[in-house]
């Protein structure tokens, strides 16, 4: 009887191990979702999704210049100097503020477009002919990581908006 | 041969071993740290044709008093040189890699 108990309550353990390792496999692999027609797609039509995806990358590495280009520009020729100009005359914390966050959030930007980038780099280099959901699963961290710069690029938008409000406001209060 | 040719000839290796070398430590920290992804000088990612160009040529002075003229100009070049962020609808958009995009079809 005490055996039976023993190997009843291994058998309960090994349940509870393999029902965790399905649940945190399920959670981390979208791949798991995949269906046969999905898998078949991926296979039949790599070639196109791995053009589709080289020219993405080109496309996205110029909006990347374009963008952090115009970031450099509106803070070296705008933000920079008239918060120097205001701290001879009169310093505004909420403006400078804001410039910091600008370069903070200008600097993050760099950083997420290498993470996104790398991310996309991994996922061309996967044969999505032989195996589509491993490339259906590193599809999913590259679009994480786009999202992530794309809320990038928003919060950027955010600032710019608030520098704008922030010196109309320092303009009525002069 | 001669001790003189020799160290010709330890020079020489030596000279391509060191420059191999530092060859691949150079391209493993231009990829390591992320370089790769913000150069666009390399093949493959110069452009087709000439780009906008993002030069303008004003820029605010740091010197001079603060006026509300001073900050109206401000603002009118301020907003000028935004409207051309705006012309990028949606950067780094879901789009191009939804499912829809990559010709994977809907799950059934």
Redesign the interface.
């Known amino acids: 009887m005490q055996s039976f108990r023993t190997a009843h309550s291994r058998l309960s353990l090994f349940g509870i191990f393999l029902a965790g390792i399905f649940a945190l496999t399920a959670s981390i692999s979208p791949a798991s ?3 046969a ?2 898998q078949g ?2 296979s039949q ?1 790599c070639g ?2 791995t053009q ?1 995806l080289s020219t ?1 990358r ?1 496309a ?8 952090g ?2 970031y450099e ?2 803070l ?3 933000i ?3 918060n ?3 701290t ?3 310093p505004d914390t909420y403006l400078m503020d804001l410039q910091n966050r600008f370069t903070d959030t200008r600097n993050n930007f ?2 997420q ?6 991310k996309l780099d991994e996922l061309i280099a996967v044969d999505c002919r032989t195996n589509p959901a491993s490339f ?1 699963r590193s ?1 999913g961290h ?2 994480a990581e ?2 992530k ?2 809320e990038i ?1 928003a919060i950027m ?1 955010g600032i ?1 908006d608030e ?2 409000i922030a ?2 406001n ?2 009525a209060s ?1 | 041969m001669k001790s003189g040719g020799r160290n010709l000839l330890f020079l020489t290796g030596a000279s391509i071993v060191l420059a191999t070398v530092a060859t691949i430590v150079s391209l493993l920290i231009y990829y390591l740290s992320g370089d790769i992804y913000l150069d666009r000088s390399r093949p493959g990612f110069l452009p087709d044709k000439p780009e906008k160009t993002t030069s303008q040529r004003y820029a605010f002075s740091d010197s001079g008093e603060i006026n509300q003229k001073v900050l109206d100009d401000y603002l009118k070049h301020f907003q000028k040189a935004t409207k051309s962020l705006d012309q990028i609808e949606a950067p780094f958009s879901e789009a191009p890699l939804s499912d829809d995009s990559l010709g994977i079809p809907a799950d059934e």
């Not at chain 1, 996205?60 to 963008?67: A, E, K, V, W």
């Not at chain 1, 477009?113 to 790398?118: A, D, G, P, R, T």
Request: without cysteine; charged residues 15%; positive net charge.
């Open positions: 979702a995949l269906s027609l999905q797609a991926i039509h196109t999704i589709s993405l080109r996205d590495s110029q909006t990347r210049i374009y963008l280009s115009y520009s509106l070296k020729k705008f920079i100097p008239l120097i100009r205001l001879k005359t009169n760099s950083q477009f290498i993470k996104y980038s790398q259906y599809l590259v679009r786009r999202q710069l794309a690029t938008s710019i520098h704008i010196v109309q320092l303009g002069l």
